[in-house]
């Protein structure tokens, strides 16, 4: 009758806990990686890992012939193999912004957690997931708040329709009166003798979106107003 290792439970539930805590934090910013998918990459890679370390030792011969097997090589194969579900959570969006590479690396940091506590590395993965959330959640603040100057801003895309072209100066020229700062402009012609003009700008993370839809919205020249951040 085969043992039942209490050990192995005990891993695969700390693994279970710490990539909670990681879907959770993706889960109330509505992340593509919710809990669901944490808790599974977490789980079984932990799992995985077990597997791949007692197989090693407890199959160490076969048929009298000694076996040499490298104890972490189904984890080996978890590190490459999870890359095709950061790649499903990577988006281009119309503006030529990326989006969810840092899903995508947590996606990467729960199969680690899990080959970590799975390979005995209690307290590095439980110190291992600490380090992650401050980088994820504490560090970014401070840095937006008194960091350099160039990461305390926030892209913007603008996209506003005006009547009359001779308008399209001025309209810049207001804009960057309330301290945003146009980077790129794009002007279109439309077919009911409108323009319409797509800006990439930056302005301060301290400025609130609205705040800034609000004052280009109420310029007379504009007739239309987007906003995407």
């Known amino acids: 009758m085969e043992v039942i290792n209490i050990d192995v439970f005990i891993k695969l539930g700390i693994s279970a806990i710490l990539g909670l805590i990681i879907g959770l934090e993706r889960e109330l910013k509505r992340k593509p990686l919710g809990l669901k998918t ?71 940091g729960a199969g680690g957690i899990g080959i970590a506590v799975g390979a005995g590395f209690y307290y590095e993965a439980t110190a291992g997931v600490i380090l992650l959330m401050i980088s994820v959640e504490i560090i970014p603040s401070i840095l937006t708040k008194f960091g350099p100057k160039q990461l305390r801003k926030k892209d913007l895309q603008l996209r506003l329709i005006v009547k009359d072209k001779r308008n399209i100066d001025k309209v810049i020229e207001k804009i960057e009166a309330n301290k945003i700062t146009i980077e790129g402009i794009r002007i279109k012609d439309l077919q009911n003798e409108g323009h319409l003009i797509i800006l990439r700008a930056v302005a301060s993370f301290r400025k609130p979106t609205t705040e800034i839809y609000h004052i280009i919205s109420s310029l007379n020249e504009i007739e239309s107003t987007e906003i995407e951040y």
């Open 38 to 108: 944490s808790l599974v990459i977490s789980i079984i890679s932990c799992l995985l890992t077990i597997v791949s370390i007692q197989s090693a030792y407890q199959f160490p011969h076969s048929n009298g012939v000694p076996i040499q097997m490298d104890p972490l090589r189904l984890a080996a194969q978890i590190v490459s193999g999870i890359g095709f579900l950061g790649a499903g959570v990577i988006l281009k969006k119309g503006n030529d912004n990326i989006t969810g590479l840092t899903t995508a690396a947590m996606i990467w």
